[in-house]
Nanobody
Framework: QVQLVESGGGSVQAGGSLRLSCAAS????????MGWFRQAPGKEREWVAA????????YYRESVKGRFTISRDSTKNTVYLQMASLKPEDTADYYC???????????????????WGKGTPVTVSS
């Protein structure tokens, strides 16, 4: 089992920045791809970004490319999502995820993703 705990969510004005963190614990000796999903009120959950277990490849949904950056620090078992130029449509609960394979995350196949955090809220006001 892997436990994921997100932090760093909050409220920010449009154009601002936030950095989300996700600390993994438990069975972290296995290499896991990690990533982020989000779900806005009344909308379906969607994937945001993914990073491979070795950190060499990253993937982003089109709407966040150039604004969001995913990274990981394997020494700390932590993944980050740096969000810049935030827009009101980025408002959502953000969930950290982990899976042995990057595919389910990077294709947004949430039902196949093994581990989920409880989420952290991000609110962007106009």
């Amino acid at each position: 089992q892997v436990q994921l705990v997100e932090s760093g969510g909050g409220s920010v004005q449009a154009g601002g920045s936030l950095r989300l963190s996700c600390a993994a614990s438990g069975r972290t000796n296995t290499d896991y791809a990690m990533g982020w999903f989000r779900q806005a009120p009344g909308k379906e959950r969607e994937w945001v970004a993914a990073i491979t277990s070795n950190g060499r490849s990253t993937y982003y949904r089109e709407s966040v490319k150039g604004r969001f950056t995913i990274s990981r620090d394997s020494t700390k078992n932590t993944v980050y999502l740096q969000m810049a130029s935030l827009k009101p449509e980025d408002t959502a609960d953000y969930y950290c995820v982990a899976d042995p394979q990057v595919g389910p995350i990077a294709t947004g196949n949430s039902q196949r993703v093994d581990y989920w955090g409880k989420g952290t809220p991000v609110t962007v006001s106009s």
